[in-house]
């Protein structure tokens, strides 16, 4: 049998088992050990499985995962959404559609220390869902602003998504941090300008309410000056060569103890839980990785990434409409599978068929844009009927809200998701431009 087919097969066979709801680690470990055994023999199989987990487990970029994970965990548990929306909402939540924003700001600066799309959306619902339903907000504004609001969690650095991306690609973790910074700027800025038309269209789905007293957003702003402090350490510290993203990783997971402890929101119950929470997202992103590095050498042996790299530079076809074609395939398969597996099944294929390609930029930049672009694209599909992750997470957290108008809600912010895709394809340096400012 031709490797082509092999590879082809495999594929198809992947994607029928994920359909089906298969465990995607195993799903990606199985089909891959079977195409490895036909594409060269048993025996080079288990050769190759003695040594692979240790060498991919064992390395350095592995490690800053549940560190990260961990500072997630324990920034959840400490109590820090509630002070983080309330100082959004000191300053801007008396606007129409405020507390709306407020709740997109508040998951801008949590996912800045979480670094998880499902514990972002998750946390900040506990907080802000109630002040939204109290002032009046309709369902599918509140509902759809924070799950558009969680997605900030894999932009946002530190971001699990991109570490992943970065294993694969062998890029810089850190450029890939500060290439994210812009890009995520704009979704923040996107989502409120949503809000905004939206309820200037819609006057009774986001109501103004009397502001806050001045003494009282001081007070707010205030109460989360350690919050920005551990984010300006810990990314500060990274972006200014002081520490290696690990070493960033582990300051962040003392100070944030450190913090949830003086505050009096983390308690021993608390810390011992974020530890299991911990091990159990550690563990099954591992177990993902590892079945996805199965599936992608056995991909490697049928030489499918290769020649189809070859086959779009020898095609003549633009560039850009490749980079479209990746685009709207993400946007397809984004309604049906979730972000980690998205980039763990795709990426060893479409990187070097992006690399091939002449976007008249340097490898290093067209890396950094693939990357965001592909992280941003991905991150749509968490808000994306039927299967977006956070559409559920919010749905089981906001039982009085019908799962319909949820899906509703999230309408402006994916139509606002795709003008932000079309303003990162056509000006590509806002993916690079700040790691060119800071090199220099």
């Known amino acids: ?51 692979a987990w240790v060498d991919k487990f064992m390395s350095y970029e592995m490690a800053i995962v549940p560190l990260f994970i961990l500072m997630g965990h324990i920034a959840t548990r400490s109590g820090i ?9 000191a300053w801007i939540g008396h606007y129409r559609g405020g507390l709306a924003m407020a709740a997109v700001a508040g998951c801008a600066m949590f996912g800045s220390i979480s670094g998880s799309s499902l514990a972002t959306a998750s946390t900040m619902a506990r907080v802000a869902l109630p002040e939204m339903r109290k002032h009046g907000y309709s369902g599918a504004l509140s509902a759809g602003s924070l799950a558009a609001g969680g997605t900030l969690g894999i932009l946002i650095p530190p971001s699990i998504v991109l570490i992943i991306y970065a294993l694969l690609t062998e890029q810089n973790i850190v450029k890939l941090f500060l290439a994210a910074t812009i890009p995520a700027t704009l979704a923040v800025l996107g ?7 939206f309820v200037r ?33 810990v990314l500060g510290g990274i972006y200014g060569g002081f520490f290696t993203p690990a070493e960033g990783a582990s300051v962040g997971v003392v100070l944030t103890l450190i913090l949830g402890i003086v505050s009096g929101g983390l308690g ?47 095609s003549g076809m633009a560039p850009m409409l490749v980079m479209l074609g990746i685009v709207a395939f993400y946007l397809v398969m984004g309604c049906v599978m979730d972000s980690l597996s998205m980039i763990l099944l795709t990426v060893p294929v479409f990187f070097p068929t992006i690399m091939a390609l002449d976007f008249g930029m340097t490898p ?3 890396a950094l844009w693939f990357g965001i672009i592909t992280l941003v694209v991905v991150e749509m599909g968490m808000i994306t009927p039927p299967v977006g992750m956070n559409l559920f ?48």
């Not at 036909?38 to 499985?49: D, G, M, T």
């Not at 989502?191 to 038309?197: E, H, R």
């Not at 899906?407 to 402006?412: D, E, W």
Request: proline share 6%.
């Open 1 to 51: 049998m031709e490797p082509l087919t092999i590879a082809l097969g495999m594929i198809v066979i992947l994607l029928a088992l994920i359909f089906l709801r298969m465990p995607i680690a195993l799903a990606m470990g199985g089909v891959g050990a079977a195409g490895y055994m036909l594409l060269a023999s048993p025996s080079s199989l288990l050769f190759y499985l003695d040594t």
């Open 81 to 89: 959404s509630a002070k983080l929306f309330a100082a959004s909402n």
């Open 191 to 197: 989502f409120c300008a949503a809000i905004a038309i």
């Open 201 to 233: 269209i819609y006057p009774h789905h986001g109501p103004n309410h009397d502001p806050v007293p001045f003494r009282d957003r001081l007070k707010a702003t205030l109460g989360i000056w350690h919050i920005v402090g551990i984010f300006v350490v």
């Open 268 to 314: 021993v119950r608390d810390m011992v839980a974020s530890l299991i929470d911990t091990a159990a997202a550690s563990a099954m992103i591992f177990a993902i990785v590892f079945g996805a590095d199965i599936f992608n050498v056995a991909l490697a042996l049928s030489r499918m990434p290769t020649d189809v790299a070859a086959w779009f530079s020898a």
């Open 364 to 366: 290093e930049h067209t």
């Open 393 to 440: 997470v919010i749905s089981s957290m906001a039982k009085h809200i019908p799962l319909k108008q949820i899906f509703a809600g999230t309408v402006p912010f994916i139509l606002s998701e795709l003008v932000r895709v079309s303003i990162l394809i056509a000006f590509p340096a806002l993916s690079y431009g700040l790691v060119d400012l800071v090199a220099n």
